[in-house]
């Protein structure tokens, strides 16, 4: 069964350092999305991006955030100066757009710690 | 926004028991959907619902979308070690955004089971 994949598993990085976190979505969905998971809390939305747009984003996606699709199978997240509040499980998500409210599906993130 | 409620936080139970689980909302949902998430591992979708009064069944799992729309559970019948982890229930905002929309989680309910 086709999957998201993200890379790497696990990202450690010095504060205000950049990140890019990875994500290859299934090959015929067209929506992709992030989300995050801080550690022992609920899955959280951060931006859904369409046709290489945003389609729609949180308030805690800011000006540090950016999403980018650089070729026809990666979606990447950028942080651009990390903060020790940005540690979190990051999860890359993507769907179908034919039919209406197609289910996401969800890679098994990316484990990032700021030092 | 709208907001997800789960319960139980929490939950232990003896291998072979039947389960019950339930989330709502003070909105209206037009989807729900329930996830499980493995420890280290992203969420799996378990089960789709996108009609008021809908049931579903996948295996032992069943669940139902609330005639009123603000609300779901989820059952798991006779269950067995595997069935350990945290249920998320999930859904789009009824905003009336077409397309990449994002989902709301609830807080989940993290499911022990003695052997």
């Known amino acids: 069964e086709p999957e998201v994949t993200q890379t790497p598993s696990h990202q450690v990085t010095q504060m205000g350092q950049e990140v890019i976190l990875r994500c290859v979505p299934i090959?015929?969905?067209?929506?992709f999305y992030w989300y995050r998971q801080i550690l022992g809390q609920k899955v959280e939305f951060l931006v859904s991006?369409?046709?290489?747009?945003?389609?729609?984003k949180s308030e805690i996606f800011d000006d540090q955030f950016s999403v980018e699709r650089p070729d026809g199978s990666n979606f990447t997240l950028k942080i651009r100066s990390t903060k020790l509040e940005d540690s979190a499980m990051y999860f890359c998500?993507?769907?179908?757009?034919?039919?209406?409210?197609?289910?996401?599906?969800f890679g098994d993130g990316t484990r990032l710690s700021i030092l | 926004g709208q907001q997800l409620n789960q319960s139980p936080q929490s939950m232990f139970i003896q291998e072979g028991e039947d389960v019950s689980m339930n989330c709502t909302s003070s909105s209206i949902f037009n989807t729900w959907l329930w996830y499980k998430q493995d420890p280290g591992e992203g969420p799996v979708l378990l089960i789709a619902?996108?009609?008021?009064?809908e049931l579903t069944s996948n295996g032992r799992l069943t669940a139902q979308f609330g005639i009123t729309r603000k609300d779901s559970f989820l059952n798991i019948s006779a269950s067995i070690p595997s069935d350990v982890g945290i249920y998320f229930c999930?859904?789009?905002?009824?905003?009336?955004?077409?397309?990449?929309?994002?989902?709301?989680f609830g807080q989940g309910t993290r499911l022990t089971i003695n052997p």
């Open positions: 619902l996108y009609k008021a009064g």
């Open positions: 991006f369409y046709n290489n747009e945003i389609s729609e």
């Open positions: 998500a993507s769907s179908d757009p034919r039919g209406i409210n197609q289910p996401q599906h």
């Open positions: 090959s015929n969905h067209l929506y």
């Open positions: 999930a859904g789009p905002p009824d905003t009336g955004f077409q397309g990449a929309q994002k989902l709301v």
